[in-house]
């Protein structure tokens, strides 16, 4: 053999040991309409696959679901979540939530901050694996986490609230200055609607890696490593650090959902 061509046989077969490792296939441990976690080793990772992944009830309540399974599992060290696809996330479900009544939408508000907030707060290390566009509430369930990675060829980060005359509640203003700051990265995102390739948002320091689509969870697996070594970290101590770092933002959080549950209550 050739020595271009045992390069190039290297380099397939690099390639389909990277797409072997893929959530595609693994067999995943629990599924909850569309939605799936596997694990790799001791790193759980949730499967987002439900097309463009709009965010609606049922979307929430089944992430909760799994991330309620993730945290039972005492020998899970860090936790991804990722979509299939072209996107990882394209924000609300406005198709749906338009047939939906006042008191349907109040929970479903509770519901979606009540995911924000478990994965803020949650007490193992995690991490968005961008494999593509993520717009919008899903860019604020990307930020809830404590780390990101983004494919480095195909996508989309963007708060486009801006152009589809939305705006964000206090809470999640909150949220992103906390993982932002308040200068160029909030401005940019939050209020101008920045459309970031991967390139992009890594410079601005929006993600930890870059990878290549086939490497994209070998390499969120890697990132998440390298910070915990072998014996991961102390859940509580982790727990009780974002508690206090995230204090204001969970604090207001708490406000605005009880405030969605008496909505409810009186329609």
């Not at 390069?7 to 893929?22: C, G």
């Not at 296939?25 to 799936?36: A, D, E, I, Q, R």
């Not at 996330?89 to 009544?101: A, E, I, R, Y």
């Not at 200068?183 to 992009?200: K, S």
Request: aromatic share 10%.
């Amino acid at each position: 053999m050739t020595a271009p061509l045992s390069i190039a046989v290297a380099a397939i077969t690099a390639r389909w040991l990277s797409i072997m490792s893929s959530a595609h296939l693994h067999k995943p441990t629990k599924m909850v309409n569309g939605l799936s976690v596997y694990y790799s080793g001791e790193i759980a990772v949730i499967v987002m696959d439900c097309g463009e992944n709009r965010l609606n009830i049922q979307f929430c309540e089944a992430l909760l679901s799994l991330l309620d399974d993730v945290e039972k599992n005492e020998t899970c060290k860090g936790l991804i979540t990722t979509g299939t696809g072209k996107f990882y996330g394209n924000g609300l479900d406005l198709d749906w939530m338009s047939q939906q009544s006042e008191a349907v939408l109040a929970q479903f508000f509770h519901t979606f901050m009540s995911c924000l907030r478990r994965i803020l707060f949650y007490p193992l290390p995690t991490l968005a694996a961008l494999n593509g566009h993520c717009y919008a509430g899903s860019g604020l369930l990307a930020f809830a986490h404590d780390f990101r990675t983004m494919r480095n060829d195909r996508g989309w980060l963007s708060f486009n609230e801006v152009f589809i005359n939305r705006r964000f509640s206090e809470t999640n203003y909150k949220m992103l200055r906390t993982k932002l700051g308040g200068g160029i990265n909030f401005t940019d995102a939050v209020l101008l609607g920045r459309r970031y390739t991967a390139t992009e948002a890594f410079n601005s320091g929006m993600l930890h890696a870059m990878p290549s689509q086939g490497l994209l969870i070998p390499e969120s697996i890697r990132v998440l490593k390298s910070y915990y070594g072998k014996s991961g970290y102390p859940r509580e101590s982790l727990a009780n650090l974002k508690a206090d770092i995230y204090k204001d933002v969970g604090e207001s959080f708490d406000v605005e959902m009880q405030r969605m549950l008496d909505m409810k209550s009186k329609l």
